[in-house]
């Protein structure tokens, strides 16, 4: 339950208002997920007056403010083919006009496409205070010991990556049950990033070229049952969605 609410046009004062113990206060990007009901007191810091809403490419990187909504992202032309498959399946059109790039990265558990396709890119954090930067990937799995205080101003993602982005869900609009994203630089680096799973998308594989990525993502999977599927399902089509990414990657134009 949100109990305070605040909107600071300065960063400075948000990061004050984030260091506070009592209550205990967080940033709020498009609330999506801070609205719903809750038992948890929660205050809050609304980031929508601190201009951290901009995208803008830099040389090889396209940097995205932490509070970018979804849907502009998804309107970029710069953005990845793979990752804007990946955010039209994570929400609809209302949500993703309210969700922001980083409250959708904090909230992701292991069925988020968003958050799938995004691992496969390596993208840069830059945390405040003190503008530090981190891979999305080191804090994912420590989200609740390393993000409490903190705000999240500054996601990069690298431009020249080809990402496609494959799943198999019980409805084409249902969260996957598997997906797969792979990004493939022009040096050959490869990652593989598996979601529809646990509590967060899983790495299968970050090599220097394509090769092993199908046996990656089987052996990734291998143990991931749930009531949903079971972990042999999961594997073999871990295993097929990745030759589809490798598949289409072919087919898209260098970048
Ligand atoms: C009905 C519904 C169902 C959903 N189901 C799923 C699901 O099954 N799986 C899934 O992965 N997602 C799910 N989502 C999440 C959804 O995809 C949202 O797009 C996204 O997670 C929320 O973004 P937001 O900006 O609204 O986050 P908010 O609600 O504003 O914040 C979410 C969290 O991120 C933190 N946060 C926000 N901005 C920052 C920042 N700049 N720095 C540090 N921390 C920050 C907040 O403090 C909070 O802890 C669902 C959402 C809805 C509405």
């Known amino acids: 339950m949100i109990i305070e ?14 260091a506070r113990k009592e209550p205990v206060t967080v940033p709020l990007g498009g609330g999506t997920v801070l609205n719903q009901p809750s038992e ?8 929508q007056s601190l201009g951290l809403n901009l995208i803008q490419s830099r040389g090889r990187t396209l940097d995205l403010g932490a509070a970018a909504t979804l849907q502009s992202l998804l309107d970029a032309p ?3 083919l793979g ?65 409490p205080g903190c705000l999240i101003t500054r996601v990069a993602i690298p431009l ?28 050959g680096r490869t990652r593989v990033v598996l979601g529809g799973y646990g509590e967060a998308p899983l790495l299968a594989m970050d090599g220097p070229n394509p090769q092993g990525a199908i046996i990656a ?26 030759q589809r990414c490798l598949d289409e990657i072919k087919e898209q134009p260098a970048r």
């Open 160 to 187: 020249n990556v080809q990402l496609a982005y494959q799943y198999v869900a019980r409805a084409p609009a249902d969260l996957p049950i598997v997906c797969a994203a792979v990004a493939k630089w022009p040096s």
């Open 217 to 242: 993502a089987q052996d990734a999977y291998r143990e991931a049952g749930d009531p949903w599927a079971s972990a042999e399902y999961r594997s073999d089509v871990a295993a097929t969605l990745t």
């Open 83 to 147: 990752l804007k498959a990946a955010i039209r399946h994570e929400a609809t059109y209302n949500i993703r006009q309210a969700a922001t790039v980083a409250g959708a990265l904090v909230a992701a558990d292991g069925r988020s496409p968003f958050a799938t396709a995004m691992l496969a890119l390596a993208p840069e954090l830059t945390l405040q205070p003190g503008d530090e930067k981190v891979l999305y990937g080191e804090v994912l799995p420590l989200r609740d010991e390393k993000l």
């Open 78 to 80: 710069e953005v990845p």
């Open 40 to 47: 948890t007191e929660v205050a809050v810091v609304d980031l």
């Open 5 to 18: 609410y605040h909107r600071p046009d300065e960063l400075v004062a948000a990061l004050d208002l984030l």
